[in-house]
């Protein structure tokens, strides 16, 4: 089975951007639709960015759009998240996930997600 580990989050400052990255083993990761979800700190999870298992077809959360893009590099077998125009409510750990092999679409509910990472923690600075 697949497994995730993100890098790249940090400290950085209201109106600056961030990468975050997900490196996958163990798995064909070309085969996987994978997401972004965040939880700041006494919250629950919230969806951020998913994108179907091929790249072509990407999804976001509203509060999110327009700043933040999904992409994934599948010779790399790794996903990223790029932020920008930073705010302090995009403080959360952030977390990538999978779903199961050639599902089809995207998906914003974290159930149907079979495989998740550790975290990542962004904090956005006032």
């Known amino acids: 089975q697949i497994q995730l580990v993100e890098s790249g989050g940090g400290l950085v400052q209201t109106g600056g951007s961030l990468r975050v990255s997900c490196a996958a083993s163990?798995?064909?990761?070309?085969?996987?639709?994978m997401g972004w979800f965040r939880q700041p700190a006494g919250k629950e999870r919230e969806f951020v960015a998913a994108?179907?298992?091929?790249?072509?077809?990407?999804y976001y959360a509203d509060s999110v759009k327009g700043r933040f893009a999904v992409s994934r590099d599948n010779a790399k077998n790794t996903l990223y998240l790029q932020m920008s125009s930073l705010k302090p409510e995009d403080t959360a750990v952030y977390y990538c996930?999978?779903?199961?092999?050639?599902?089809?679409?995207?998906?914003?509910?974290?159930?149907?997600?079979?495989?998740w990472g550790q975290g990542t923690q962004v904090t956005v600075s006032s």
């Open positions: 996930a999978a779903r199961p092999p050639y599902s089809s679409g995207n998906s914003y509910l974290g159930k149907e997600y079979r495989y």
């Open positions: 163990g798995g064909i990761f070309s085969t996987y639709p």
């Open positions: 994108i179907s298992w091929l790249g072509g077809s990407k």
